[in-house]
């Protein structure tokens, strides 16, 4: 399967935007890139999926490179409450969603 | 409102003794999903269910059972549960076509200690 590579954390101002990296240099050209966040003692939440182009909803954008093989996933003012482990997935054909360890993000009051 | 329902959502109980987790969603999903989650190893799923009588087995299957004789349940089954069983496990659905490519709900969450 193909793997997703993330920061482990990452620090963010409250107000201020957000970049999360990943990096999934195996990607095949049918796997959708999907992002989840989980929320400490919830179950992970739907943030944000596409395949070749940016992506846009009310949560975040998702900025996919040309040649796939990195994305990012953009909040464009962090909030305290956007505090969460964010993962980075490929959605394989059996829809099975495989989760790395994620970027813990931390935000800054 | 659209959700994922575990029960229970907390349960300590002994080595041995059979014990079922289910999984409501009232989303008319066809596929849904069993995981359990570890500290240091992620999500990992366990059995899925691409609609009503079909299951199959995910990266972590040994020790459970699944099964889905209606389209919104799929209970989680331990027979003989041990405590390398102890862990967080999570129920997720979401349509299968045009393509299982969807997002997926996840429910609260299922926090079993098996002693």
């Known amino acids: 399967d193909a793997k997703t590579t993330q920061p482990n954390s990452m620090e963010s101002n409250e107000e201020e935007p957000v970049h999360l990296p990943c990096n999934h240099s195996?990607?095949?050209?049918?796997?959708?890139i999907h992002w989840y966040r989980q929320l400490p003692s919830q179950g992970p939440e739907y943030v944000i999926h596409?395949?070749?182009s940016n992506v846009n909803n009310r949560m975040a954008s998702l900025a996919i490179a040309e040649d796939r093989k990195s994305s990012t996933l953009i909040l464009h003012r962090a909030t305290l409450r956007d505090a969460a482990v964010y993962y980075c997935i490929l959605n394989n054909a059996g829809n099975m969603l495989t989760f790395g360890g994620g970027t813990r993000l931390m935000v800054k009051p | 409102e659209a959700q994922v329902t575990q029960n229970p959502r907390y349960l300590i109980t002994v080595t041995g003794k059979k014990l079922t987790v289910t999984c409501s969603q009232n989303m008319n999903h066809e596929y849904m999903s069993w995981y359990r989650q570890d500290p240091g190893l992620g999500l990992r799923q366990i059995y899925y269910?691409?609609?009503?009588?079909?299951?199959d087995k995910g990266d972590v299957p040994e020790g459970y059972k699944v099964s889905r004789k209606e389209k919104r349940n799929f209970p989680l089954i331990l027979e003989s549960p041990s405590p390398n069983q102890t862990s967080l496990y999570f129920c997720?659905?979401?349509?299968?076509?045009?393509?299982?490519?969807?997002?997926?709900?996840f429910g609260d969450g299922t926090r079993l200690s098996i002693l």
């Open positions: 997720a659905s979401s349509f299968s076509f045009p393509g299982p490519r969807g997002p997926q709900h």
């Open positions: 269910s691409m609609n009503v009588e079909v299951t």
């Open positions: 195996t990607i095949s050209g049918t796997d959708y």
């Open positions: 596409g395949l070749t």
